[in-house]
């Protein structure tokens, strides 16, 4: 039994953010309906074709029945974006049934919406539950409205806070939210009172994120032309140790650098699949796999896409595809499970590569050590693990560029 992580990227928001650089578009409402047929046949393609004994990930064959393949189960879907809650709820399910035609769904399948509070009805939430939507991520980013409307966000704080309940009102008991922290103008006490509005809120999950200023956005030229203050570094760094600080007293547990979850049930399985290194498949423009042997990714526009796919056409960009060589997936098992806060098991690397660590970067981990940014502990097995100390989470960049190949 194949069990499967899939992304499905929905490339479309109402407006768009200043600090925003995904692969998102604002105005085409219109291609809603298109797009969707379109998502459905990408997977088709793909689903129909997955146990053949030829299958090929670069080159899908067209889809080849309709039947299920009790060989596929589905163990994690995620919706992305973009805002995935701006298609009607009833696209999203064209989408599952899509997907259910081909592979299993568990009853404990998890399936995530990523939401944007200024997006939701009571309608619309009561939908996607009854489709079996079982975990929503909000971008609430902040609970400051002055922050909210640099930001361009469509919400403000209460919106966030009414959508939030809206959604425990029709029985949601799997939820995120997103937070970023080290916006322009943000202070410390600022970033303090929206982690306590957070927590008092008790999500199960909550994911914390340096802003990242990208050139091309609206927010990079702004701090280009000095009409916003650029990030302060220590600032950032004392909002990351404050929040390590409240989340721990409020119980929550950290699981990677930048999540915590309630418990560790509530960790978000698809993205642990990332964080551990194991295979996914991505659907919709812009998605990135890696499944196979290889890492690809799908052309990034939208319009090109549909266009791709009404024509039978593949939509892989087959030469940006790499082949996850050894060296390729043994960087990124390291500096991916560094990330998490169980770390990397020692005996992995020798049982998957055949070295041990110190043989395969000799002088690596005992340097990092002695700089305090790694240490070594025995797990409950009593396996010998590697993680980051919390200056090593601080300093996670210095970590993961000694381990490249
Ligand atoms: S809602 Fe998210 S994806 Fe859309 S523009 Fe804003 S940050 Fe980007």
Same mark, same amino acid.
């Given at each position: 039994?194949?069990?499967?992580?899939?992304?499905?990227?929905?490339?479309? *928001?109402?407006? #768009?953010?200043?600090? *925003? /650089?995904?692969? $998102?578009?604002?105005?085409?409402?219109?291609?809603?309906?298109?797009?969707?047929?379109?998502?459905? $046949?990408?997977?088709?393609?793909?689903?129909?074709?997955?146990?053949?004994?030829?299958?090929?990930?670069?080159?899908?064959?067209?889809?080849?029945?309709?039947?299920?393949?009790?060989? &596929?189960?589905?163990?994690?879907?995620?919706?992305?974006?973009?805002?995935?809650?701006?298609?009607?709820?009833?696209?999203?399910?064209? +989408?599952?049934?899509?997907?259910?035609?081909?592979?299993?769904?568990?009853?404990?399948?998890?399936?995530?919406?990523?939401?944007?509070?200024?997006?939701?009805?009571?309608?619309?939430?009561?939908?996607?539950?009854?489709?079996?939507?079982?975990?929503?991520?909000?971008?609430?980013?902040?609970?400051? /409205?002055?922050?909210?409307?640099?930001?361009?966000?469509?919400?403000?704080?209460?919106?966030?806070?009414?959508?939030?309940?809206?959604?425990?009102?029709?029985?949601? /008991?799997? %939820?995120?939210?997103?937070?970023?922290?080290? &916006?322009?103008?943000?202070?410390?006490?600022?970033?303090?009172?929206?982690?306590?509005?957070?927590?008092?809120?008790?999500?199960?999950?909550?994911?914390?994120?340096?802003? $990242?200023?990208?050139?091309? $956005?609206?927010?990079?030229?702004?701090?280009?032309?000095?009409?916003?203050?650029?990030?302060?570094?220590? %600032?950032?760094?004392?909002?990351?140790?404050?929040?390590?600080?409240?989340?721990?007293?409020?119980?929550?547990?950290?699981?990677?650098?930048?999540?915590?979850?309630?418990?560790?049930?509530?960790?978000?399985?698809?993205?642990?699949?990332?964080?551990?290194?194991?295979?996914?498949?991505?659907?919709?423009?812009?998605?990135?796999?890696?499944?196979?042997?290889?890492?690809?990714? @799908?052309?990034?526009?939208?319009?090109?896409?549909?266009?791709?796919?009404?024509?039978?056409?593949?939509?892989?960009? +087959?030469?940006?595809?790499?082949?996850?060589?050894?060296?390729?997936?043994?960087?990124?098992? @390291?500096?991916?499970?560094?990330?998490?806060?169980?770390?990397?098991?020692?005996?992995?690397?020798?049982?998957?590569?055949? &070295?041990?660590?110190?043989?395969?970067?000799?002088?690596?981990?005992?340097?990092?050590?002695?700089?305090?940014?790694?240490?070594?502990?025995?797990?409950?097995?009593?396996?010998?693990?590697? #993680?980051?100390?919390?200056?090593?989470?601080?300093?996670?960049?210095?970590?993961?560029?000694?381990?490249?190949?």
């Amino acid at each position: 039994m194949s069990r499967l992580s899939l992304y499905l990227h929905i490339p479309f *928001c109402k407006t #768009r953010c200043s600090y *925003c /650089d995904f692969n $998102t578009y604002t105005n085409l409402d219109q291609l809603y309906g298109r797009y969707t047929n379109a998502l459905c $046949t990408e997977i088709e393609r793909t689903l129909s074709a997955l146990t053949s004994e030829n299958y090929q990930p670069l080159k899908p064959l067209p889809a080849r029945s309709d039947s299920i393949n009790p060989r &596929l189960s589905v163990a994690t879907l995620f919706f992305g974006g973009g805002t995935p809650s701006l298609l009607p709820p009833v696209l999203l399910e064209k +989408v599952m049934q899509t997907i259910a035609r081909y592979a299993l769904f568990a009853p404990k399948t998890e399936i995530t919406v990523e939401a944007n509070p200024g997006t939701l009805s009571l309608e619309k939430l009561r939908l996607l539950r009854d489709m079996g939507i079982n975990r929503l991520s909000f971008g609430v980013q902040t609970f400051d /409205d002055d922050l909210l409307r640099t930001l361009g966000r469509l919400h403000n704080g209460a919106g966030a806070i009414e959508a939030y309940n809206l959604a425990r009102r029709v029985g949601f /008991d799997n %939820l995120n939210l997103d937070f970023i922290y080290g &916006l322009p103008n943000q202070s410390l006490a600022a970033w303090r009172i929206s982690l306590e509005r957070a927590v008092s809120l008790r999500p199960e999950h909550l994911s914390l994120y340096a802003l $990242t200023v990208e050139e091309q $956005t609206a927010m990079g030229r702004a701090l280009a032309r000095g009409s916003l203050p650029s990030p302060n570094d220590d %600032l950032m760094a004392d909002m990351y140790l404050l929040a390590l600080e409240l989340l721990d007293k409020a119980g929550y547990v950290q699981y990677e650098i930048s999540n915590w979850a309630l418990s560790e049930k509530f960790a978000c399985r698809h993205n642990l699949v990332y964080w551990r290194n194991e295979p996914y498949i991505g659907f919709g423009p812009g998605a990135h796999s890696s499944f196979a042997g290889y890492r690809y990714a @799908v052309l990034k526009d939208p319009q090109q896409y549909i266009r791709r796919l009404e024509e039978g056409k593949s939509v892989i960009e +087959v030469e940006e595809a790499e082949p996850i060589t050894p060296e390729l997936k043994l960087t990124d098992t @390291v500096i991916l499970a560094l990330r998490l806060n169980e770390g990397l098991e020692l005996a992995r690397i020798e049982r998957e590569f055949g &070295l041990s660590l110190e043989q395969l970067f000799p002088g690596v981990v005992e340097n990092l050590v002695r700089l305090g940014l790694l240490e070594e502990f025995r797990d409950e097995a009593h396996e010998s693990r590697l #993680r980051l100390t919390v200056r090593g989470r601080l300093l996670s960049n210095e970590v993961f560029i000694r381990f490249l190949p």
